[in-house]
């Protein structure tokens, strides 16, 4: 976990998502039309350019499809935290969304490694969902 990173700013688009993490739940845009998910969230699908959007429950495991290794601590904050791994989650088909894996030594992901949501806590009761290799699952 990153601390004293600043806290999401809910906007129009992302206010969902935000909501649903308070509950602890993983909401992606889903299109009323073809059914597919899509991220990041918008007015319409990129599948199908539909405009009747829904937020739905999104799988709460993954896959690694890319990341980045951070070294240099852009900001004062990360000095003592780097490295940490930002990384690309393939969590269904349509639905690649960001996220920080933690819990695990950033030079041991591979792609294609499974990962989980989990929500952290941060100040004032904000939970904020990042991704963790499954309890159970860890690689050698
Ligand atoms: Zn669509």
Redesign the pocket.
């Known amino acids: 976990m990153l601390r004293g990173m600043p806290l999401p700013r809910p906007d129009h688009d992302t206010q969902p998502f935000w909501d649903a993490a308070q509950e602890g739940r993983y909401v992606v845009p889903r ?1 009323a ?4 998910g899509h991220w990041p969230p918008g007015p319409m ?1 990129p ?4 405009d009747e959007i829904a937020w739905g429950d999104a799988p709460t495991r993954g896959s690694v499809y890319s990341w980045v290794v951070a070294t240099h601590p852009v900001a004062e904050v990360l000095v003592d935290q780097v490295p940490y791994a930002i990384a690309l989650i393939d969590l269904e088909p349509g639905v690649r969304v960001v996220g920080n894996v933690v819990g695990c030594d950033p030079s041991a992901i591979q792609a294609g490694m499974a990962v989980e949501v989990f929500f952290e806590e941060r100040e004032e009761g904000v939970r904020v969902p990042n991704f963790r290799i499954p309890s159970g699952n860890l690689e050698a």
């Open positions: 299109c039309a073809c059914g597919v699908c599948h199908c350019f539909g």
